[in-house]
């Protein structure tokens, strides 16, 4: 079946320096949603990327789909303390877009 | 509107027991799903359901059933505890029959078997 792997599973950064997460699908997704957990919290929804190559941007979040439609990325520049919380890329499962397939997470964790 | 309420938030029970973690929304929205959050596991789909009357099983059923009566409601039951079931469990919905559609997930149910 299909997996979504994303990298690191666990980051550590100073308040101020950047973060980036790497989703990986071993099949061709038609679109990768990103979702953020704070912690004892549920997953907020936080962006969708539909075109191969897609970039788009929310303040200091940077959320880019691969060409191929098979990776996909977040990158934090200058890492808040706010910005703690666990990163999950989900995408269409290989039954279909009825069965999403989630990542394994990033838990980014920021030191003041 | 509440979005996707859950409950009980927090549940212990002893194995063999079984139990409803009660799911509903209100954003008549006619995809619902259950996904269970386990440590570096990120969230596994246990059943989901496209509207009312039709479910289906996702990539860790064993061990729960679910039912769709109605478009706002979607219980899952774990019909004998064990100890491998405890976990984090989310419902979550998204409008329509829609490959694009956002997840919103409910506040999420801690249960604990003994």
């Known amino acids: 079946g299909q997996q979504v792997m994303q990298i690191p599973q666990y980051q550590h950064v100073q308040e101020g320096e950047d973060f980036t997460t790497y989703c990986n699908s071993s099949t061709t997704l038609s679109n990768i949603q990103w979702y953020k957990q704070r912690p004892g919290g549920h997953p907020v929804f936080l962006i969708q990327l539909v075109k191969s190559g897609e970039v788009k941007k929310q303040k200091r979040l940077t959320f880019q789909f691969g060409e191929a439609k098979k990776n996909s990325s977040l990158h934090i520049t200058a890492t808040q303390t706010t910005d703690v919380g666990t990163y999950f890329c989900?995408?269409?499962?290989?039954?279909?877009?009825?069965?999403?397939?989630f990542g394994t997470g990033t838990k980014l964790q920021v030191i003041p | 509107n509440a979005g996707v309420t859950q409950t009980p938030k927090f549940q212990v029970l002893k194995t063999g027991q079984s139990m409803t973690l009660q799911c509903a929304q209100d954003m008549n929205h006619e995809y619902m799903s259950w996904y269970r959050q386990d440590p570096g596991m990120g969230l596994r789909l246990i059943h989901y359901?496209?509207?009312?009357?039709?479910?289906d099983q996702g990539e860790v059923p064993n061990g729960y059933n679910v039912s769709r009566s109605t478009t706002e409601d979607f219980p899952l039951r774990l019909l004998s505890a064990a100890p491998s079931q405890t976990s984090v469990y989310f419902c979550?919905?998204?409008?329509?029959?829609?490959?694009?559609?956002?997840?919103?997930f409910g506040s999420g149910t801690r249960l604990t078997v003994v």
């Open positions: 359901s496209v509207g009312a009357g039709i479910t």
């Open positions: 979550a919905s998204r409008q329509g029959d829609s490959q694009n559609g956002r997840y919103t």
């Open positions: 989900a995408g269409p499962g290989s039954g279909g877009y009825q069965k999403v397939t």
